[in-house]
């Protein structure tokens, strides 16, 4: 853990300029997944999506997505194809990807030996689809896991400024990332 957290500042440090566009600039960002259109996303050259779970289709903890986020999914598969879509969380468990398999059948959970913000799970992804970096698009909400890993593999990121939090339900869980987003923020 210790030896992430040293990655992640000293990449940080190193990428601190395009990092703190995240966090400025508006075309860099979403306040929530939903405000992202599919077809959108196809049209600008967008072939391969990578989504954090934590925070972006889910509150942190939790399994199962709500209907609107499962709807936004089915969406993304109708127009860039089940295959093309990746779920890469530092909190991947064997539960979570039995429920995406059952819900969204193409859609592949990635579970690399190193968490982002390593670019290992990009890099593989990368791989795996033989696509080009400039097609693919990460979206997270932490500044310094996923949006770092995607500066770093040189692949587009989008940055949700409004993260998925369930406060009344894990209140010690949600203030302890609410915090670690704001020190990101304020680093940066």
């Not at 966090?23 to 196809?42: G, M, V």
């Not at 209907?67 to 991947?92: D, M, T, Y």
């Not at 932490?142 to 409004?162: E, F, P, Q």
Request: aromatic fraction near 10%; proline fraction near 4%; hydrophobic fraction near 50%.
């Amino acid at each position: 853990m210790l030896k992430r957290i040293l990655y992640a500042l000293s990449m940080a440090w190193r990428y601190r300029k395009m990092l703190s566009a995240y966090k400025c600039n508006s075309a860099l960002q979403t306040s929530d997944i939903l405000a992202l259109n599919p077809l959108f996303l196809k049209e600008t050259g967008i072939k391969i999506l990578i989504l954090d779970f934590d925070g972006v289709l889910a509150a942190h903890g939790e399994i199962v997505l709500s209907p609107a986020i499962i709807s936004w999914i089915n969406s993304c598969i109708q127009v860039l194809g089940e295959e093309k879509i990746f779920v890469l969380s530092n909190k991947a468990t064997t539960t979570r990807a039995e429920y995406f398999a059952r819900t969204f059948k193409g859609v592949k959970w990635i579970f690399p030996t190193r968490k982002k913000p390593y670019p290992d799970g990009i890099l593989q992804i990368l791989q795996l689809t033989h696509t080009a970096p400039q097609e693919i698009l990460v979206i997270d909400d932490r500044l310094l896991t996923g949006i770092l890993a995607a500066v770093i593999a040189n692949v587009s990121g989008c940055y949700v400024t409004n993260p998925i939090i369930f406060f009344h339900k894990r209140p010690i869980e949600e203030t302890f990332f609410m915090v670690l987003r704001k020190i990101e923020r304020l680093l940066l």
